[in-house]
């Protein structure tokens, strides 16, 4: 598991291996839903620009 931490601006960072995990490159967004309980679901949804 992996903790994001929220900056000021509302901005996190992913930490590397996270990201080489998900197969998310630089300029690529990722989507996240919230879900009917309130919490996120990232799923397989990336987003390619």
């Given at each position: 598991m992996s903790t994001l931490t929220v900056?000021?601006?509302g901005q996190v960072t992913l930490?590397?291996?996270?990201?080489r995990?998900?197969?998310?490159?630089?300029?690529?967004?990722?989507?996240?839903?919230k879900l009917?309980?309130?919490?996120?679901d990232s799923g397989s949804d990336i987003d390619m620009p």
């Open positions: 900056t000021a601006k930490r590397r291996d996270v990201l995990h998900l197969g998310v490159h630089p300029g690529e967004k990722i989507t996240v839903d009917p309980d309130g919490t996120p």
